[in-house]
């Protein structure tokens, strides 16, 4: 929250209502864009590279581009940051909920069961390929888990 109002109350109220962080008049330039770029990192985890990859997937974070042994695989934007996350952590266990978090973002409601319906159109993009499958298996009852290609 950037605001002329300097008190603590003020600046005290601002971080209850929801703000991550508060900066109020006058500023630095240099310390508002890096509270911003700290922001986003906690916001996408560590730093993410800009090119991912596991098993022959190759995801081009700058580019948008998605390409399994050379040949390109057209995703959502939905389906595009849920692989982004897979290939992150190729081996994590994630929850719906964190999933809804980290795609989907915090401040939006999305039912849980939305991640489903993604996850299928994530696998069905890489099916279109001959003889290409992603897995992304299911740890019920909750969560999914482990890229495999085959």
């Not at 005290?12 to 209502?17: M, N, S, T, V, Y």
């Not at 581009?65 to 994630?94: C, D, H, M, Q, Y």
Request: proline share 3%.
């Amino acid at each position: 929250m950037l605001s002329a109002r300097s008190e603590e109350v003020d600046r005290i109220r601002g971080l209850e209502i929801g703000a991550d962080d508060y900066v109020s008049k006058p500023y630095s330039i240099k310390e508002l864009l890096a509270r911003i770029k700290g922001q986003l990192r906690r916001v996408r985890g560590a730093a993410v590279a800009e090119k991912l990859s596991f098993e022959g997937i190759e995801l081009d974070m700058e580019t948008y581009r998605v390409t399994r042994s050379g040949e390109n695989i057209k995703l959502g934007p939905i389906e595009f940051r849920l692989l982004a996350t897979f290939l992150e952590k190729p081996r994590k266990v994630w929850s719906r909920d964190a999933l809804l978090d980290r795609v989907w973002g915090r401040d939006i409601y999305v039912d849980t069961r939305t991640v489903d319906v993604h996850i299928g159109r994530l696998r069905r993009a890489f099916v279109r390929m001959v003889s290409r499958i992603l897995c992304v298996l299911c740890v019920e009852p909750v969560s999914y888990t482990h890229l495999r290609a085959h």
